[in-house]
C-alpha cells in the first residue's frame, strides 16, 4: 500500500503570508500511461466535508481561488497558499488515487498567526 | 449540480449492524466509481471502500479494517449506493462520507455524511 506523509502537521501563517504544506508518498503516484501524477488535495473546513482544491498534482479545480497551487512530481508533492486569507483556514489533506487502496495524509491544520 | 445526500447512521452497539445510504443526482450514477470515506471524531480521513460501475465489473474493494464485516452495493435504477456494515466496533464510531469521482480524482464531489456512533 502507498502511504502518505503531510508536512507539518500544523502551521500558523499571517494574513497575507505564503503557507506551504508538504505530501510525501512512499512510491511514485505517476500513472505512466497517460503521464498525470494521480495526487489530489482537498480542504476541509470545521463542521464540513472535504472539498476538493488540486487534482493531477496541479491542476486547480473549477472555482478555486487562484492563490492555491499545487506542484511536484514523483513521491514530492507541495500545496501552496500564496496569500493567506481568513477564510483559508482549515485541515488540509494530500491523496493518492494511483493504486487501492486510496490514501489520505493525515492532514495539516492552517491557522492565522 | 452534483448532490449527495446520505442517511442511515445512529448509534448501535457494538457487534450490531447499520445500513447507510447515499441518494445521488446530477450526473450520470451509473457511470461512476462510488466511494465511502469515514472520519473518526478529531481525526483524519479514512478511506472505507468502493464500488466501481457495472461497465467495470461492479467490483468492490474495502480498507483492511473493514474487509469481511462491511459490504458495499449500488442500485442504478434508484442512483443510490449501499454500506452495509455488520459486526460493528467501538473503533467504527465516525462521520461516513459518501463521495463521487467524475474523472479528476477518485472523489470529486462528497455528501455532508451521517454520524455513526457504536457504543454500549
Known sequence: ?113 | EVQLVESGGGLVEPGGSLRLTCAASGFTFSNAWMTWVRQAPGKGLEWVGRILRQSDGGTTDYAAPVKGRFAISRDDSKNMVSLQMNRLKVEDTAVYYCSVGLGKSDTDFWGQGTLVTVSS
Open chain 1, 1 to 113: 500500500d502507498i502511504v502518505m506523509t503531510q508536512s507539518p502537521d500544523s502551521l500558523a501563517v499571517s494574513l497575507g503570508e505564503r503557507a506551504t504544506i508538504k505530501c510525501k508518498s512512499s512510491q511514485s503516484v505517476l500513472h505512466t500511461s497517460v503521464n498525470r501524477e494521480y495526487l489530489g488535495w482537498y480542504q476541509q473546513k470545521p463542521g464540513q466535508p472535504p472539498k476538493l482544491l488540486i487534482y493531477w498534482a496541479s491542476t486547480r479545480e473549477s472555482g478555486v481561488p487562484d492563490r492555491f497551487s499545487g506542484s511536484g512530481s514523483g513521491t514530492d508533492f507541495t500545496l501552496s497558499i500564496s496569500s493567506l486569507q481568513a477564510e483559508d483556514v482549515a485541515v488540509y489533506y494530500c491523496q493518492q488515487y494511483l493504486s487501492t487502496p486510496p490514501a489520505f495524509g493525515q492532514g495539516t491544520k492552517v491557522e492565522i498567526k
